[in-house]
């Protein structure tokens, strides 16, 4: 029977909420139809009272019919008529005042619950809602000025026995009571959730403000290093072009060709650096199996193609027992940088240069590690090594845009990256990126 009940009351607390409605809006349905109930329950013990009062007369019947009009507010809800539901409810509470003052006297002091009634108008409506609250407003007027003309008397005018008005007086005190508990409880509930939303938007306007501000930094470097960083290859290469055209020497007419390619190369690298950018912050994830060690042996071999007079010893240990499934491309992004790097940075003067790549696989992530003996980086610079166009060296033939972009990447995959350096020693890069398998 309980279980029942509790059926019946959620299914009611519901009407009117469906798919579209924002937070904000679903609360305040949510609101109407516990205040549509609460007014039928108040009401309600007002029944017997009425019956008690006058055990021949029939307006127990009309109250009793009266208070079945507060789950009109349900109906109406279900159209989205949100406004009218609480103006419903008013209404039927006002209409519920007026007869039983205008049945019982002025005697019985039901007219001061209008009162509380007023409070819960001005409480119930929006900024947006003002010709409701008018309409419960007039009503309400026009209620009382009745009410004083007819000396209370409208639906009953014989005299009631003292009984009878301390019954009236009552329900009354209970209505009031009652009526003051349940208001104060769901504003001060609803006022609270306000406050929650309103503390929750604002969080978010300060990680957005935030962001913004982040945004608007990097968009500053990146025009004024973009700028430079595409003006320089396009001037050497004009350069070399002027240079070629004077002279007559094969010879040095391929040196030429050589530093133009150079040249151009970097150039092509940086486009690609910011097409990488540009797509990590625009394209969705698109989740693909991924097998590392055939991944790690295609990156090298691309890698050693660009410099084959290199002598760099690549060691790769993958333990994958479990099926891996992540962003391919973005991931590809992240590998090529950071292998790039420490082929690119290796250290000349190391008898045996090696570059270490690992991976191990868990059900939940991978834990990827790049690692070389290679220049290294200082201290000072490792808290700066993944900011927009940092370069750590003066080598450094970069865009300044790759462990950017590589950092960037993996907060997409919802990773992280953190790296260990000693200058002249060589540099380990670890991520930890996690398992996107969808089927599990």
Not at 126 to 142: A, V, W, Y
Not at 310 to 321: D, F, L
Request: charged share 20%; aromatic share 14%; net charge neutral.
């Amino acid at each position: 029977m309980i279980n029942t009940f509790n059926k019946i009351l959620d299914w009611l607390l519901y009407q009117g909420i469906h798919e579209g409605l924002t937070e904000t809006k679903i609360q305040d349905v949510k609101f109407i139809n516990r205040e549509a109930l609460a007014f039928f329950f108040v009401t309600l013990p007002c029944v017997p009272l009425c019956y008690i009062a006058m055990p021949y007369n029939k307006n127990y019947l009309i109250l009793l019919l009266m208070s079945c009009f507060y789950f009109l507010p349900f109906f109406l809800n279900k159209f989205s008529l949100y406004s009218y539901a609480k103006t419903s409810i008013l209404l039927v509470a006002s209409t519920a005042i007026f007869w039983s003052s205008g049945t019982f006297g002025k005697e019985s002091d039901l007219h001061y619950v209008f009162i509380i009634l007023v409070f819960a108008t001005i409480l119930n409506f929006q900024r947006n809602e003002k010709k409701h609250l008018f309409f419960i407003f007039l009503i309400t007027t026009i209620f009382l000025v009745v009410l004083f003309l007819t000396d209370f008397t409208i639906f009953y005018n014989q005299k009631l026995t003292t009984l009878q008005i301390n019954l009236a007086q009552y329900a009354s005190v209970y209505t009031c009571l009652a009526g003051s508990i349940i208001m104060a409880f769901f504003y001060i509930n609803k006022f609270t959730k306000q406050r929650q939303q309103i503390k929750e938007y604002n969080e978010v306007l300060e990680k957005k403000y935030a962001e913004l501000q982040k945004l608007n930094a990097e968009l500053d470097r990146f025009v004024y290093s973009v700028s430079h960083d595409l003006r320089a290859p396009i001037t050497s290469v004009l350069g070399l072009t002027y240079l070629g055209k004077r002279t007559s020497n094969v010879e040095e007419m391929h040196q030429y060709l050589d530093l133009q390619e150079k040249s151009l190369k970097k150039l092509d690298n940086f486009i690609s650096d910011i097409l990488n950018y540009a797509r990590n912050s625009r394209m969705e994830l698109h989740v693909q199996e991924i097998n590392f060690g055939t991944e790690f042996e295609n990156i090298v071999e691309l890698q050693t193609q660009y410099d084959p007079n290199q002598h760099i010893q690549t060691q790769v240990a993958v333990s994958q027992n479990y099926l891996f499934f992540t962003d391919k491309q973005r991931l590809m992004i992240v590998l090529n940088n950071l292998i790039g790097n420490a082929f690119r940075y290796y250290n000349p003067y190391q008898t045996s240069p090696f570059i270490h790549l690992s991976v191990e696989v868990f059900p939940q992530k991978a834990i990827i590690k790049v690692q070389d003996n290679g220049i290294g980086i200082g201290k000072e610079h490792l808290d700066k090594i993944f900011e927009m166009f940092y370069r750590a060296t003066d080598k450094t033939t970069g865009s300044g845009l790759g462990l950017y972009i590589a950092k960037e990447v993996v907060e997409k995959l919802k990773g992280k990256i953190s790296v260990s350096s000693e200058l002249g020693k060589g540099t380990t890069f670890k991520i930890e990126i996690p398992n996107l398998n969808l089927d599990e």
